[in-house]
């Protein structure tokens, strides 16, 4: 599932030349859209020329549309692609910086290159100005560090804000995005009329242009709407990988395996224990956590953001509560997790037999011993066993996973 | 286009000048561009990020000493750091290479001086300087330029990019009245 790592597929030299070529497409857009000419970008906010407006805010639109589209269809996984995350106020500064840089000197960043790339001098002076506030801004930033990261709200997008489903989200901004399309566009004509140069055939043309691509973006936004976005029990559906794992029982490690991990340098593992608070009380792993089940979705975040070497076991008394929330925990490939094998009721079997009184026939995934006393961790089988020598450390189920890539970002 | 311009070199064979592509249009091709770059890679545009490590870079080479006691720019191309070992900087190279072929194909490549008529030509080399200054400075301070944050942050519905968004085109309303005569 989309997105790739170029870098990591096709090594650094092709990798990096698939950057090259999407920076070329990208520089090429800017050039024909006329971003490359001063006028054409500062004409945006003396209400004459609004391609600035226009052509980003379309731009926006269309990529938007096919993005919730083919994330809608499963093609593309939203957890792995990068957005960027929130400092308000050091961005909302930010930007008014650099709506000051655009109506001073004529650009931005990117369309600065383009201008000096079309022969622009001016362009040229602009991106020397761009260079030196960067490395301004480098000498500086230690005096107010603190307003430079404060405000931070992460991967924070408007679906959250608003509380609303994302599809719905999408057909929202894709509706309003248009009127203010079409709006910009009567702005433009209506300057153009006054000076006297607007053509009967410019006002077919964009007409039909507007028609054309507003009809498709609506459509857009009805199959998106249509379409939904995946929920985890989706893309456990799709993955046949992880499915075939599950099938061939490669998800498994045992409680030796596991003991092993927790020793090991470069694993950090998370235990995460399914089971009722009444049998976590009892008896639990040292350092497990209990996790409600209706809970994932919003502990799925912050496992996503777990260090590098993080390895997931979820636990149940047997296995089957385990394995549907693993199911769900590696719907995405995008965490690296596994089910502890037998559950704690074999953990006990393995490091505390003899201790407790087990109980025959119990129901499938309930706890199968006599706990007495609701000791917790406390009871000294919780702490799994120190290996006897320390490394090498092999397993036969657990693999270090290397962190998916979460995008490192467009201006990073 | 209202604007004048001096011309100081005149391209030997002048390509027919084609004009500017319908803004909606290239608005397509754009959004287009911007979904391939987010569906193949995972990252998004962007032009800020790799003028400052080139920016770096350079300073890497005239003040070394500075670079590797700033704790900012240490991040970047402290030491035994490459600053331009990025795919942000691979990005900016592409659009450079783009905006000349572009320009070239279409008849646009004239060396020349974009500038409003009541302005000298160094005028508006020094203003063009101060305003990408402070562009420069602004997208450091907003983790992203119009690209980085304006189109990669609105397209995938980041609240903060979207406020980054309407704070840009603020900036640039506030400030035009008062600086209507460098433009017309």
Redesign the interface.
Known sequence: M??????ALMGKPM????????????????????F?????L?G???F?D??V????????????A??FL?IGLG??D?D?????????W??????????????????????????????????V???????????????V??SFWDF?NSSF?G???????LGLP?EV??AI?LVVGLLS?WGSDLIEKAWKRREGILTQEEIK??KR??SI?SVALLAAAVLILFVGQPTLTDAWNRNTEKQALLQEGKIFPSPEEVSLAFYDPIINPILLDVRSERDYNLYHLENARRVEEKDIPALYDELLQAPEGSVIIVMSNDETKAIEVWKTLVAKNSINAYVLEGGVNKWIDTYANGQFQKIANHPDDALGWVIPDALGDKWSSAIPPQPHNYGPFKYDVIKLQKKA???????? | MTAASTTKTPMKKQRARKPFTNSIIAGVILGFVLFGVYFFTGDGLGASGGANRIAIWLAKIVVPGWVNSTPYLIKYGGGAKKPLDSFIVMLDIGVLLGGFLSAWYFGRLKVETIKGPRITPTTRWIIAFIGGTLAGFGARMARGCTSGQGLNGTATLSVGSWAFLLAFFAGGYILAYFVRRLWF
């Not at chain 1, 989309?2 to 870098?7: E, G, I, S």
């Not at chain 1, 990798?15 to 006329?34: D, H, K, P, R």
């Not at chain 1, 226009?54 to 938007?64: D, R």
């Not at chain 1, 890539?405 to 990073?412: E, F, H, K, S």
């Open positions: 989309a997105p790739f790592d170029p870098v990798g990096y030349l698939v950057f090259v070529l999407f920076g070329m497409a990208f520089g090429a857009s800017l050039e024909i859209a006329g490359g000419v001063a006028h054409k500062v945006q906010f003396y004459k609004q391609t407006f226009k052509t980003m805010f379309t731009s926006v639109l269309v990529a938007m096919l993005l083919t093609w593309l939203y792995r692609i990068f957005v960027p995350p929130t400092y308000l050091p961005g909302i500064l930010g930007g008014l910086l650099l709506g000051f840089g655009i109506i001073i000197g004529g650009y931005c960043p990117g369309t600065s290159l383009a201008s000096s790339a079309s022969g622009h001098l001016d362009g002076f602009f991106v020397l100005g761009v260079m030196s506030g960067g490395l301004l801004f480098g000498s930033v230690d430079y709200m991967r924070f997008t408007l679906p959250e804000w994302t989200v999408v901004v399309v043309k964009d242009i507007l691509v890539p979460t995008g490192a970002g467009g201006c990073g």
